[in-house]
């Protein structure tokens, strides 16, 4: 059941998807903030510009920008089987796509995990978004911490290989 939440907006109720979430972000930025704010907000500039056009390009839903961070999901707007497959060349192009921009290779690190969101509007009557919800969601965020620990640019869980 859809809910009006006014005459502009039809909220879109949580609902489970087999999908697949992808977590991105800049390696030390808190490094290059101290450095310099310019070098920072050129950084972020890239990420955020490079990835809101590679996710779309690859089917995907950006979910949301915070600070150094984009959320991103694959297969929860529209059913989809290849969900990691898309989710997984939207991260490998943003990876070649933003490293020459940064000094240090593995600059950018992608977590990426894959099973059963819980995705659909969330928020009040003045402001609402979309987004996804569950464990799939908390594990991406620790796979891409996991990755800037790691060393990697591109993480991902198990089920997420199974899927590809």
């Not at 609902?15 to 991105?24: E, G, L, P």
């Not at 490079?50 to 529209?78: C, E, M, P, Q, Y």
Request: aromatic share 8%; with cysteine; proline share 2%.
């Amino acid at each position: 059941v859809t809910v009006s939440m006014d005459n502009n907006h039809i909220r879109k109720p949580f609902s489970w998807r087999k999908a697949s979430v992808f977590i991105a972000n800049i390696r030390n930025s808190c490094k290059v903030l101290k450095t310099s704010i310019l070098s920072y907000e050129q950084a972020i500039s890239s990420l955020v510009s490079a990835s809101a056009d590679l996710i779309l390009k690859n089917k995907g839903t950006l979910d949301l920008f915070l600070g150094d961070r984009v959320f991103a999901s694959f297969g929860t707007s529209t059913s989809s089987f290849s969900h990691a497959t898309s989710c997984a060349r939207a991260a490998q192009e943003l990876v070649s796509s933003c490293e020459p921009n940064f000094q240090h290779p593995h600059s950018i690190n992608v977590g990426m995990a894959s099973g059963d969101v819980a995705c659909g509007d969330i928020g009040s009557s003045t402001f609402i978004r979309f987004s996804v919800a569950g464990e799939v969601a908390n594990l991406a965020t620790n796979i891409e911490r996991a990755g800037c620990i790691l060393g990697v640019s591109l993480l991902a869980n198990s089920t997420f290989h199974k899927e590809i």
